[in-house]
Nanobody
Framework: QVQLKESREGLVQPGGSLKLSCTAS????????MHWFRQLPGKERELLGS???????YYPDSMKGRFTVSRDNTEDTVWLQIDRLKPEDTAVYYC?????????????????WGQGTQVTVSS
């Protein structure tokens, strides 16, 4: 199985930047595409961006411009860079990954969530 652990929660001033990390452990060779989501207070979880094993990124149209997803497969880590932070970016940010049974004999297809990390944007 795969476990995901996001970086510690952060308090950032409006206009600033923040880079969140998420490190995988366990059966990391089973990992395929990795994603970042967030959940604003009282809202459903929303996709911020995704990155494949080869580094191809995808961003929903509504998230293009301020969010950048990157990963280092040798470190089993994915990052989320958020620029020009706004108070409305205050949310719990989640790392997520797909695992595929086709990658190794011991893998199974699944979707794994990190525990989430609180980001607060406030002056």
């Amino acid at each position: 199985q795969v476990q995901l652990k996001e970086s510690r929660e952060g308090l950032v001033q409006p206009g600033g930047s923040l880079k969140l990390s998420c490190t995988a452990s366990g059966d990391t060779k089973c990992i395929s595409t990795m994603h970042w989501f967030r959940q604003l207070p009282g809202k459903e979880r929303e996709l911020l961006g995704s990155i494949t094993e080869t580094g191809t990124t995808y961003y929903p149209d509504s998230m293009k411009g301020r969010f950048t997803v990157s990963r280092d497969n040798t470190e089993d880590t994915v990052w989320l860079q958020i620029d020009r932070l706004k108070p409305e970016d205050t949310a719990v940010y989640y790392c997520n990954t797909d695992t595929l049974e086709s990658k190794m004999w011991y893998c199974r297809t699944s979707n794994v969530w990190g525990q989430g990390t609180q980001v607060t944007v406030s002056s």
